[in-house]
């Protein structure tokens, strides 16, 4: 019988029309990769009802050519009648179009550049379009532009073309793999009619009844073919009752894991044994290179009362880039090694773990302690007989990045370890560190400044230190956005800074499509500036395809001004810290986001010269673009800064949840869902907290130890 849990690698065995072995595994490893399952045995039908529409049309009266109105956003059904592809402007441009009708007036399509739509769509095509119908007055009809197309034709069961795809709110998906909207309505439509009337509800019925939420077999119904009588609307602001219902079962089980997480700390004391004395206060104080701020006093004295109770510390430690965390990070690891106990800290990627590794050796060159770094580029024998000195004892402090540390080694005595993960988001990964033998303390850094209420749910079973204070001396980075024709301008001003003495980054964006042009373009800017614009200083290169050893040798070099400019992309984004740069230049700034732009701009300003941040956005700006980048000039408050970059994109985007592979939500946004996560939290309290436990309770707290995503197998 066909259920949720069937592995959607199975899928041809449930007589499902049309869906046979290769859709089934094609599927399996789509829906895998969206939901980071390592097997895409493990991907279930569950998993594929999860992959909710984009967006959602309303077919069930289709617009005439005749209703339109000029500038109407609409879906029409028209018939092929003839097409073909029309060189522009010499032939360097190419452009498809057709003219179909509705059998009583005629509409022209047309889209740039993809003329294989020569071959998909054929004469008596019957195709609906969706996009915005402009008149054109001239020709008299109405002509749209690179609209959303669906084929009809192509199927040979009618009933079904009018079930599924057209007489209805329809739902529209993202591509998935090389399945398309048409062909993802169709697999969705039969899987649901293949399951069963019942499908079994995990939340406890008395939450059910008190939020007043539908069951979860109709919500995952109707959030892919939402009813007759549906309000649209409701359905593309994913506030249906179908999504608040998915929505509330996202947040209810996360904040049990939580609470149930949270609790399990304070039942099990820690393994280790802390204690301050007057010997370790001085050894603390005596690698600091200057005196701390008030901000970074307090978060160490909240991370050693920690340290020093019974109860393993797991302490999110958040401030602005530049504000100093990493000092505070190995005052706390100093603490720990002094009372005998190994430490290790995570970075997120190699350059920022070496970085680490040379500032931290500096700072504890005076001190007997081993400090080694790990990383994926040393040779083999050096990283075994790492792992052995590590695993003996011998290495006080262990550097590298998460998937090392993580995965490959063995410690004698963890006492502490903390998580540099900058802007990436790991709610769950942490448990993975404890799981690893002791009940370690776990001290979490992290660059991204999420407001309270937020860092309360994502973080939600972390206690929070928060520097809100920059070490002294700093003037504020002055910001300003400037256009192509100001280059010359701006090549003089970097010219002068370093002929002051200071150093410049010039950053270019990654352009996902095309890894290749990114390279071309970092290497052209660099072969340029090189040759061209700066003969007469030093210019490096940095980017990600380069060896970790190469990447190192440039990083030193810039480091030690050797290097005067240094062209990069986003690779450095991450903690880079040279506080002689002075001026960041980035390219096509348009094209970033408001946390990387925050944090592109946060490799300057660091040391006491005055610095400065030079948006140079190019052609087009969109609207969205231009509210970015003035949001930039006008704050460097990086708690202002990522309010507005959740309005602006939403926070699924925003902390990395997609790099970290960790899908926190699938379909919940924690911004615009505040209200349903605050429900959601309530409830989950109340289950766990304030009602004797029950065989319900027992229930809840078996289901999420039963998930593998909240990390909460062991205990049993
Ligand atoms: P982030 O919080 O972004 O990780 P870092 O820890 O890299 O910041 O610190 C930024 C820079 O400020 C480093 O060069 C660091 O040595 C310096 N710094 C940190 N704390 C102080 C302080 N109290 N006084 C002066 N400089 C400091
Ligand atoms: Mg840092």
Redesign the pocket.
């Given at each position: 019988m066909l259920t949720l849990t069937t592995p959607l690698v199975d899928l041809h065995h449930h007589g499902l029309p049309r869906i046979g072995q290769k859709t089934a595994h094609a599927l399996a490893v789509e829906i895998a990769a969206i939901n980071a399952r390592p097997d895409a045995r493990e991907a279930t039908v569950e998993d594929l009802l999860h992959y909710l529409p984009m967006r959602y049309e309303d077919r069930s009266n289709l617009t005439r050519i005749s209703q339109l109105r000029d500038g109407e956003t609409a879906s029409i059904e028209v018939m092929v009648r003839i097409g073909g592809i029309i060189p522009l402007k010499g032939g360097r441009l190419k452009m498809y179009e057709f003219i179909g009708t509705d059998g009583e007036n005629q509409i022209r399509a047309f889209w740039w550049n993809q003329i294989y739509l020569n071959r998909v769509f054929t004469r008596g095509s019957r195709v609906i379009l969706y996009g915005q119908w402009k008149l054109n007055r001239y020709k008299g009809y109405f002509e749209v532009e690179n609209p959303d197309y669906e084929i009809l034709s192509d199927d040979d069961d009618e009933a079904e073309v009018t079930a599924v795809h057209t007489a209805r709110r329809v739902p529209i998906y993202r591509k998935l793999g090389d399945f398309r909207t048409r062909q993802l309505r169709t697999i969705f439509h039969r899987v649901i009619a293949g399951l069963p009337r019942e499908i079994p509800e995990s939340l406890p019925a008395e939450v059910i009844d008190r939020c007043r939420i539908i069951s979860f077999g109709e919500a995952l119904r109707l959030a892919h073919f939402p009813g007759e009588d549906a309000a649209i609307e409701e359905y593309n602001h994913a506030h249906s009752p179908a999504h608040r219902r998915l929505i509330f079962e996202e947040f209810f089980w996360l904040a049990v894991a939580l609470g149930v997480r949270r609790s399990q700390r304070i039942s099990e004391p820690k393994a280790s044994h802390i204690e301050i004395t007057d010997r370790i206060r001085e050894a603390v104080r005596a690698i600091l290179?200057?005196?701390?701020?008030n901000a970074?006093k307090r978060a160490l004295k909240e991370i050693v009362d920690d340290m020093t109770s019974d109860k393993p510390m797991n302490r999110l430690l958040q401030?602005d880039?530049?504000?100093?965390?990493?000092?505070v990070a190995v005052q706390a690891m100093v603490i720990a090694i002094e009372n005998g106990y190994q430490t290790s800290l995570m970075a997120p990627t190699e350059i920022l773990a070496e970085q680490h590794a040379r500032?931290i050796k500096l700072w504890l060159a005076n001190t007997p302690y081993r400090v080694e770094l790990l990383t994926g580029s040393l040779k083999v024998k050096e990283k075994r007989e790492r792992q052995k000195a590590i695993a003996a004892g011998d290495v006080d402090l262990v550097i590298g990045t998460h998937a090392l540390i993580q995965e490959a080694v063995e410690f004698h005595r963890l006492g502490l370890a903390v998580i540099d993960e900058q802007h990436r988001f790991g709610v769950l990964q942490r448990a993975e560190i404890q799981r690893r033998g002791m009940n370690t303390d776990v001290l979490v850094?992290t660059?991204t400044p999420i407001p309270r209420s937020l860092a309360m749910t994502v973080y939600g079973d972390l206690e929070v230190s928060i520097?809100d204070e920059l070490?002294?001396g700093r003037t504020p980075v002055s910001t300003h956005v400037r256009g192509e024709d100001r280059r010359d301008k701006i090549y003089e001003f970097i010219r002068d800074q370093i002929r002051k003495g200071r150093q410049a980054y010039v950053v270019l964006p990654i352009i996902e499509e095309s890894e290749k042009l990114d390279l071309r373009n970092a290497r052209e800017m660099y072969e340029l500036l090189r040759t061209g614009v700066f003969p007469e200083f030093g210019v490096g290169l940095l980017h990600g395809k380069m060896k970790p050893a190469e990447k190192d040798e440039v990083m030193q070099a810039f480091s030690a001004n050797r290097l005067q400019i240094l062209v990069a992309t986003t690779v450095i984004e991450v903690?880079v810290?040279v506080?002689n740069a002075s001026v960041m230049l980035i390219e096509h700034a348009e094209r970033f986001g408001l946390s990387q732009l925050h944090q592109l701009r946060?490799r300057v300003g660091?040391g006491a010269a005055e610095s400065f941040c030079i948006l140079l956005a190019q052609f087009s700006k969109t609207k969205e673009a231009k509210e970015r980048l003035k949001i930039m000039e006008e704050t460097t408050d990086g708690f202002k800064i990522a309010e507005k970059d959740l309005e602006i994109r939403g926070p699924g985007e925003v902390m990395g949840t997609r790099q970290s592979g960790i899908p926190a939500f699938r379909i919940a946004n924690i911004v615009r869902d505040q209200k349903i996560l605050e429900l959601a939290r309530r409830e989950a309290d109340h289950m766990l907290n304030e009602r004797t436990l029950t065989r319900e309770t027992d229930r809840i707290i078996q289901h999420v130890r039963s998930q593998p995503r909240f990390g909460l197998a062991r205990v049993g």
């Open positions: 290179p200057f005196n701390p701020t970074q401030g880039v530049g504000s100093g965390k990493t000092i500032n850094v660059a520097i070490p002294p903690g810290d506080p946060g660091r």
